[in-house]
């Protein structure tokens, strides 16, 4: 009877929108009691829009716009996506870079016409490549960060020139989503690469209390052993390239249907409508599938 049991639980969570790797996942859904969930593209839409750019004196914003959006062109990040859109938007044609990499977490570097041109977290700039915000623009960063903007800084020639804030708004039913997983009995925790002030402004707005801010890709998985070693049995929704090692890490991974490749891949579990409600629904029926077998 297990086995058939077992596999009405998986018939069932297709229907839900729950794509389940194997019946083996039923088990560790149903022991899990905390939840760690990513920021960008699994609470908020992941869909930015640039909302403000801050170039310095000497700079134009065309300029400022068109070397960024250049540089974010070989990015697949949502913030790549907001400024590559709203650069195009407001420029017109941007530039193809002559080459591009990018630094998970961190930001970008492109040659764009012979110059060096890199976009990313300002803690980046200036740990990574020695490029300091001056300090209009450090006033500027202060200023969108205390709307819960996302801020990347922009630099070429060797000094930033300019900073763009981007926004992301919360999913409609990340709220009720987080509601029903303290009813199911799961701690939610909030980790995300982004700054403190935007994650605690998003995490507000959902009703989670617990944030892990900052936390760099590979960070992201310590975070979950860190729980796990507190005697914590983890879930982790996500959906980011960054989010892939987090997700094999923890006890069960969930991966959102608009996510990347490799997130899915590193999960236990796929939500085909990237609703996190589906991520309480997955636990409540692995529970009461469970429960049928006893
Ligand atoms: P999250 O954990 O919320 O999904 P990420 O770890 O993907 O966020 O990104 C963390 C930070 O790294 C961003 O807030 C941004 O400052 C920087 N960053 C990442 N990718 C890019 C990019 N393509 N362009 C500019 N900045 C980036
Ligand atoms: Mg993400």
Redesign the pocket.
């Known amino acids: 009877a297990t086995p058939t049991a077992l596999l009405v639980g998986t018939g069932r969570g297709a229907q839900l929108g729950i794509l389940i790797k194997g019946p083996q996942v039923l088990e560790s859904t149903r022991r899990v009691d905390t939840i760690v969930l990513?920021?960008?593209?699994t609470v908020t839409t992941g869909r930015m829009t640039l909302v403000a750019t801050a170039p310095t004196a000497g700079t134009t914003e065309a300029e400022l716009l068109g070397l960024a959006g250049a540089a974010?062109t070989g990015?697949e990040?949502p913030?790549?996506k907001a400024?590559v859109t709203g650069a195009r938007d407001r420029t017109g044609d941007l530039p193809t870079p002559e080459s591009f990499a990018?630094t998970?977490?961190?930001?970008?570097q492109a040659l764009i016409d012979g110059r060096v041109v890199l976009?990313?977290?300002p803690r980046?700039l200036a740990d990574q490549w020695a490029i300091p915000l001056p300090s209009d623009l450090q006033a500027a960063l202060s200023s969108f960060e205390g709307q819960g903007r996302?801020?990347?800084a922009v630099a070429w020639d060797g000094q930033a020139n300019g900073l763009i804030a981007v926004s992301d708004t919360v999913k409609p039913t990340s709220a009720a989503a987080i509601a029903e997983f303290r009813r199911l009995g799961l701690r939610p925790v909030l980790?995300?690469?982004?700054?403190e002030i935007v994650a605690a402004a998003v995490a507000a707005e959902v009703g989670i209390t617990e944030v892990r801010a900052g936390?760099?890709?590979a960070e992201?998985a310590e975070a979950i052993r860190q729980l796990q070693s507190e005697g914590r049995v983890v879930a982790m929704v996500g959906d980011?390239v960054?989010?892939a090692v987090a997700l094999a890490t923890a006890d069960l991974g969930i991966a959102m249907g608009t996510g990347t490749d490799v997130a899915i891949e590193a999960s236990d579990l796929t939500l085909v409508r990237s609703d996190l409600v589906a991520a309480a629904d997955a636990i409540r029926l692995s529970r009461r599938t469970l429960a049928t077998i006893k």
């Open positions: 990513d920021k960008t593209g974010e990015s990040h913030i790549a400024i990018s998970d977490g961190l930001g970008v976009v990313g977290r980046w996302t801020v990347v980790l995300t690469g982004d700054n936390v760099l890709p992201k980011g960054n989010d």
